[in-house]
């Protein structure tokens, strides 16, 4: 094994540098195919929900009533993606949901700091996105009242639907930018690697960094192909 400082790393990858950039291109490449020919394009919309005290007398909450909203949070949270919410939403596109199907599209999310509930929904049709979202709060906020006997949730902002909508996934110039760094690093180590366990003796350097010996001469390297030529017309000459 060869002992290599930093100058040398430097010059192995300079040297190695057309082979490591092609290999990057070629990931890089297959990356981008991937992601644009393999990968659907995911859309998310939002619905917010609102946990006030409608049922007590005032507009103010006080605060053990925000201490026992926070605990009915998580009840919350499962109540909306009971069968008994989504039932509705399901019913009203038969063809395209099934209660798995929508429960794996939908992703709730409790605020810890507040009283607000997230209801995010994602489809390849941003449209259905959309509208699968807003059904789904409108369902929890209708029947709130007849499973818990409260009517204490309001909807805050319905999911709307904005031009060009950025899909949440695949993220194409992250992958690829991801894909770009990893591959240089990858090949650029692989071929210090391959230069450290590599004991041929090519360079004056390298004679020395094994042996340790100065150096006393040099043998001029000749083409023997041009040798032979060369004898060959001396021949002729004599």
Do not use: C, W
Request: glycine fraction near 2%.
């Amino acid at each position: 094994m060869k002992e290599l400082d930093l100058h040398q790393y430097i010059r192995i990858i300079r040297k190695k540098s057309l082979f490591i950039l092609l290999l990057t291109a070629i990931v890089t490449g297959a990356t981008l195919a991937t992601n644009v020919y393999y990968f659907h394009p995911q859309y998310s919309n939002s619905v917010t929900l609102l946990v006030n005290d409608r049922n007590k007398q005032g507009s103010s909450l006080r605060v053990d009533d925000i201490l026992l909203y926070e605990k009915l949070m998580g009840t919350y949270k499962d109540i909306i993606v009971s069968r008994r919410i989504l039932s509705t939403v399901i019913d009203a596109h038969p063809s395209e949901l099934s209660l798995n199907k929508l429960r794996s599209m939908m992703t709730v999310i409790i605020s810890t700091s507040s009283q607000v509930i997230t209801i995010r929904v994602a489809d390849p049709d941003y449209s259905l996105a959309t509208r699968f979202a807003n059904e789904i709060a409108e369902s929890f906020q209708s029947k709130l009242g007849s499973l818990m006997d409260v009517n204490n949730v309001q909807i805050l902002d319905y999911a709307v639907e904005v031009p060009n909508p950025t899909p949440m996934s695949p993220r194409v110039k992250f992958n690829i930018a991801l894909a770009f760094l990893i591959s240089i690093l990858l090949f650029s180590s692989a071929a210090v690697i391959i230069a450290y366990f590599d004991t041929r003796i090519r360079t004056e350097e390298d004679l020395f960094s094994t042996t340790k010996l100065p150096l006393l001469g040099t043998i001029p390297l000749t083409d023997s192909m041009s040798n032979k030529k060369q004898a060959k017309r001396e021949d002729k000459d004599d």
